[in-house]
């Protein structure tokens, strides 16, 4: 069974560019979230999807964006990057919060804004 | 605003000994409590989840406690070995799922 799949692995952009980052979740699991994790620091919640809808979101501007498909996987995009973007970016799989809580996470995407 | 902090300095202990992380959380009343490890360059692990109306709860080697009075959580990992050197984060969890991660602790085990 394979766990949680990022892809890219790394990724580098230039200031003002826009990103995708793709995810897929462990089998079973029907909700995804995105977390955001500079160096040194915890990682900092972005988004959760579930049912294809964004059903909770941090404190970050509205160039991040989301989407989930039926099949549970789910892609963060980031407009206009700016260099603070620079981070690793984890997604995490569980089941729908009272079904099960704890997270799942993939390796991440390091992402590099020049 | 919600707060959670951890031991910012790394715990250097030696082998076999008992390293215990503290978790401090203000602003909140977290439904549950989590525990996850994480290498370097890697995403966090799960460890353990303790609920609000549970004091204690141990896996193996693991032992977390829950004071929802003193906003504290307490994570022990006894007979400590060097496998167990990583940061390890603490994340109080909302009853949305909602995980607020602490800046994590760093624990180095010395043979």
């Known amino acids: 069974d394979a766990g949680v799949t990022q892809s890219p692995t790394h990724l580098i952009k230039t200031r003002g560019q826009q990103v995708t980052l793709r995810c897929s979740p462990k089998s079973g699991h029907d909700t995804v979230s995105w977390y955001q994790q500079a160096l040194g620091q915890g990682p900092q919640f972005i988004f959760q999807y579930y049912e294809e809808e964004e059903r909770q979101r941090g404190n970050f501007p509205d160039r991040f964006s989301g989407h989930q498909f039926p099949n549970y996987s789910s892609e963060l995009n980031v407009n206009a990057l700016l260099l603070g973007d620079s981070a690793l970016y984890l997604c995490a799989s569980s089941r729908y919060p009272g079904q099960g809580y704890e997270q799942y996470f993939g390796p991440g995407t390091r992402l590099t804004v020049t | 605003s919600q707060k959670i902090e951890q031991n910012s300095e790394a715990l250097n202990i030696q082998e076999g000994k008992t390293a215990t992380l503290t978790c401090n959380y203000t602003?909140?009343?977290?439904?549950?409590l989590q525990w996850y490890r994480q290498d370097p360059g890697r995403g966090p692990v799960f460890l353990l989840l303790?609920?609000?109306?549970?004091k204690e709860k141990r896996k193996e080697r693991l032992k977390v406690t829950f004071d929802t009075t003193l906003k504290q959580s307490l994570f022990h990992i006894t007979a400590s070995q060097p496998a167990d050197s990583a940061t390890y984060l603490c994340?109080?969890?909302?009853?949305?799922?909602?995980?607020?991660f602490g800046q994590g602790t760093t624990l180095q085990v010395k043979p």
């Open positions: 602003n909140y009343s977290p439904a549950y």
């Open positions: 994340a109080p969890t909302s009853n949305t799922g909602k995980l607020i």
């Open positions: 303790i609920r609000e109306n549970e």
